[in-house]
């Protein structure tokens, strides 16, 4: 049993069973033995791999469509570049290198950093070097102003609550002890949820539903619609609403038992995209999209980056450079389940890569 696990039984065996969302929350963020508290989970030798460690390409890709966002902004002199969850920091140094020919646009950005893994901060620094940046534990705490927000794998670690069909309702499913494990059970009926579509669910249907990721996407648009900018989510998860489970853990690139070791899992669930527009929407903000990621890059230009690159790289990168934008792209890898939603002011124009999609 893992230290946090050890701590999860003495809690339920106190207060009885807790809620999925509960779970999920201290398994990923626990503060003393959590997964992000004492970790880097990236690479080859951690549990898995974001895009921008696959290739230099996503980030300067990404690093050029905040410069045009920022263009069609009027070029403010001042405009807060916030990252959630910047993992090594390997993204923003992307961004970075990628935009130095850019025209004051390196000047105007205040580059503004949410984090809660010390380990992860400490990585982030030093990719950063000797460019300044501020660190937060939450989004709240970042100051107002005009904004460029990026969210890449962010929201598909906030907690979710599930919610199980029996026999004509909605129940709250939790964790419970099993001997020396975990287990899922019932929790109680909720009445006539929002979110219940028709009457027919199956029995053992399971619906999925993130309060914290809702707020979140809630909090952002509610700046955007406030003052100027965009925020960018890139995710794997699905455009319309739906049912089914999709939590899941991973640990050394496999997947795992979400309940088996907290703390040592990695615990994520899909995003639900239709949901993020209809929270940005509601706080005034309009939303872009969802499009698929390879769609994304595609109509950013990765075709034509990848070969630059290729052309002033060894022959022996060229096959290796091929593959990781493929990957990114290929809808039998990330380009099809990764989805790529943008939120802006009222007034912005559509941002690059959503150009003549329905809103």
């Not at 570049?81 to 290198?97: F, H, I, K, M, Q």
């Not at 509610?222 to 989510?233: E, F, K, S, V």
């Not at 912005?348 to 150009?355: I, L, R, V, Y």
């Amino acid at each position: 049993m893992t230290p946090l696990g050890v701590k999860l039984r003495e809690r339920i065996a106190r207060c009885g069973p807790i809620p999925v969302a509960e779970f999920m929350a201290a398994a990923n963020g626990d503060p003393e033995h959590g997964y992000y508290a004492r970790r880097d989970p990236l690479g080859k030798r951690g549990d898995f791999i974001t895009a921008p460690e696959i290739s230099q390409v996503f980030g300067e890709l990404i690093g050029a469509w905040c410069a045009d966002v920022w263009r069609k902004m009027r070029s403010p002199g001042r405009v807060l570049l916030v990252e959630l969850g910047p993992g090594r920091g390997t993204l923003l140094a992307d961004l970075l290198r990628a935009t130095r020919g850019v025209p004051g646009f390196r000047e105007a950005i205040h580059i503004h950093l949410v984090e809660t893994s010390p380990a992860l901060a400490r990585m982030q620094e030093a990719a950063l070097g000797e460019t300044p940046a501020s660190w937060h534990r939450t989004f709240s705490t970042v100051p107002n102003g005009p904004l460029l927000l990026i969210a890449n794998e962010f929201l598909d670690a906030l907690p979710v609550e599930q919610y199980v069909a029996r026999g004509g309702l909605w129940r709250r499913r939790a964790v419970d002890l099993d001997g020396a494990g975990f287990r899922f059970v019932d929790g109680p009926c909720v009445a006539d949820p929002s979110w219940a579509v028709g009457t027919g669910a199956a029995d053992g249907e399971i619906r999925e539903t993130s309060p914290e990721a809702m707020a979140l996407v809630g909090e952002i648009a509610g700046r955007l619609a406030a003052g100027r900018g965009a925020a960018l989510i890139v995710d794997y998860g699905y455009s319309c609403p739906g049912t089914g489970e999709t939590l899941q853990a991973v640990a050394r690139h496999r997947y795992a038992d979400p309940l088996a070791a907290p703390g040592e899992a990695d615990l994520s669930a899909h995003v639900d995209f239709a949901a993020c527009a209809a929270a940005a929407r509601a706080a005034g903000a309009v939303g872009h999209g969802p499009v698929s990621q390879g769609r994304f890059l595609e109509r950013l230009g990765i075709g034509v980056r990848r070969d630059r690159l290729i052309e002033t790289a060894s022959p022996e990168r060229h096959t290796s450079i091929r593959a990781a934008c493929r990957r990114l792209t290929d809808g039998e890898a990330m380009g099809e389940l990764f989805k790529v939603l943008a939120l802006t002011d009222p007034a912005m124009p559509a941002p690059a890569g959503f150009e003549g999609l329905p809103l």
